[in-house]
């Protein structure tokens, strides 16, 4: 099934304009720049292989958008950088391999954006430093060897953000200053050797942060002194 190349150009609220459609392989509408909430727009359109190269220019609402699309392996689209909410934006993306260079500058919740996004090998997203929250962010992306050193400097939540990233092996220089909670944050990363992270001493839940990092053998000098709860 494909949904054909209508102009929707007066649109401005596409709240579960595709919900759930299932066989949908194909997305060819244009004009949704003007659109301003894509809340689950495409929420479990879990046959389309491809979202196209489409501007989502006017865009701020972004939840669920895109949740359980589950054989999408190619994000074209354009424009996100005016989204202030991700929350599970790609959640369940299971067959996406690159999640593209895409700015996303005004973001500031990215709760469980590519939570079990557990295809992704390549994570290119940049303009993520005025995010606070990033729960569940990128927990369990399972084939994700290496993390950019992006700066997430606004981010304050971080619980469960890195969970289950069991290749994940080196975690870069990212300065987390002005963070508190880091519960379970790097939970279960079994294959992590180094980390390299921080400005840990606003931190005050470090609860399983760094519980069963089996192959860590070294843990770096930080400043953990305003922990409350390890």
Partial sequence: ATMPALALTAGTNFTNAWYLCTSMTSFLATGLDSGTNFYAAWYGCSSLATMPAIPLTAGTNFTNAWLNCTSMTSFLATGL??????????Y??????????????AG??????WYNCNHMTSFL?????????????????????TFPAIPLTAGTNFTHA???????TTFPAIDFSGATNFDSSWYACTTLTSFLATGLDSGTNFTNAWSQCLALTSFPVLDLSAGTNF
């Fill in 81 to 90: 950088d005016s989204g202030t909410t991700f929350l599970q934006a790609w």
């Fill in 92 to 105: 369940n993306c299971s067959a996406l391999t690159t999640f593209p260079a895409i700015p996303l500058t």
């Fill in 108 to 113: 500031t919740n990215f709760n469980s954006s």
């Fill in 125 to 145: 997203a940049t303009g993520l430093d005025s995010g606070t929250n990033f729960t569940y962010a990128w927990s369990s992306c399972t084939r994700l060897a």
């Fill in 162 to 168: 890195w969970s289950n990233c069991s290749v994940l």
